[in-house]
């Protein structure tokens, strides 16, 4: 029996976790180099973890999903390494602790590949995936339970571990949200209501999903959190909109963002707060500290281990992004939002190739997740949105974010590989089923 041989997106992919992880070794040692001018003794065990690591889950693609795209591990791979060595750079203890989360993450996306062997087993648990998303929305607001961080009660300890479960909550939500929307697909984008002479959409079918939606954001605004909640929007609206084409929709969802702004800034005093923050900066608070910071990095960064990074408050987490800015200037930050760019690409194309309507729209909803939360906390640091503390995917300090985000990229695998697979067979069918040319016969007297 002949051995198979590997895919050759899994070779591609291998050579890119290499290539990615000997970027990443590199930066670690200049960090090193410009903090303690000399080269990190665990440098071997470093490189060592790195690459066994991302081998692990390398190995896991080969298993259970050899057709999967190429570039969506690697990507993650290689901002997760930078976010640590950032993370190192600042104090050794928050650095550590995401090393910890970065291998629970690697064995969630193992899990998630052996579990979810068919997208569609999905669909099947939509409202059990939606029981799950309001009991991880609603524990924070139990009492000794939940916690309270900066404002927002978004934390669950149980013992020394504590995490947001609103991260897990999101992409409940997110596979609730396509496999109701697929349903409903045609109720939603075809007039069927009759009102006088006229074809209108039936607004019935909306009701269910706005009373979860509404639900999910008064338990956020119990909650005091605007990021989490603006992310949730977003996520609903975008979902809507792919479903059924229509721009009236988008006008809706206007209406209700600009209602429901306008509510949470009377009613919620975080949102006040951040607004205000936002408009009206106070010269030592913490974003003119990031501001300053960026600025001082310039085009090409004070250099790693160079920067006074530690005097940006929240900068393992929150304005992680800022120490990029401030050690690899210009030049570095525009690395990594093409990184995620290259990244929400790839969920793109996961989501072109799906085999199926409900993988569509999921893997459009997972890759909304990821572009937007970028999008809202890079923003926020250069003010063009108001900071909603909304980490950074893969790079920023946080355990469960981390965790859900590999758990993110693994469903996105597990469609891509259902596609590209079917991509393939439609080919060879194609092949088979095509009529073989015809000789030319010789005319007689020619």
Known sequence: MRARRPKPKRRTELGLLVFGSLIVVAT????????????????????????????????????????????????????????????????????????????????????TLAVVRRSRDLDRYRYLLLLVAVVLMLSPLIPHLGQNHNGARLWVGVGPINGQPIELAKLALCIFFASYFVEKRELLSVPTLR?????????????????????????????????????????????????????????????????????????????????????????????????????????????????????????????????????????????????????????LRTAQTARSEFAQMVAAGLTVILGFQALFIMAG??????????TLPFMAYGGSSLVANYVLIALLMRISDEGERAIVVDQATAQRVAPAPVAAVPVAGR
């Open 28 to 111: 670690y040692v200049l960090a090193s180099v410009g903090t303690t001018s000399k080269i990190p003794a665990n440098l071997g065990p470093f490189l060592g973890v790195m690459l066994g690591l991302a081998l692990v889950a390398h190995v896991a693609n080969r298993v259970y999903a050899p057709d999967a795209n190429a570039v969506l591990l690697p990507i993650a791979t290689l901002l997760n390494g930078l976010g640590y060595v950032m993370l190192a750079r600042i104090a050794q203890h928050w650095a550590q602790a995401q090393a910890g989360w970065t291998a629970v993450g690697v064995g969630a996306y193992v899990v």
């Open 381 to 390: 640091i250069v003010r063009l949105l108001p900071l909603t503390g909304i």
């Open 195 to 347: 009102v006088g002479n006229r074809l209108m959409l039936d607004p019935r079918p909306l009701v269910p999903i706005l009373v979860a939606w509404g639900f999910t954001m008064l338990v956020l605004g119990g909650e005091d959190d605007i990021g989490f909640a603006l992310l949730i929007f977003v996520l609903f609206m975008a979902m809507l909109w792919l479903t059924s084409g229509r721009w009236n929709y988008l006008a809706l969802g206007a209406v209700l963002f600009v209602a429901g702004a306008f509510a949470a800034d009377r009613l919620f005093s975080q949102v006040n707060v951040r607004v205000s923050e936002w408009l009206h900066p106070q010269p030592t608070g913490q974003i003119m500290a990031g501001l300053y910071g960026m600025g001082t990095g310039g085009l090409l960064g004070t250099g790693l281990g160079f920067g006074d990074v530690r005097v940006i408050p929240e900068v393992h987490s929150d304005y992680i992004f800022t120490a990029f800015g401030t050690e690899m200037g210009l030049l570095g930050t525009a690395s990594i939002l093409f990184a995620f760019m290259l990244l929400i690409g790839a969920g």
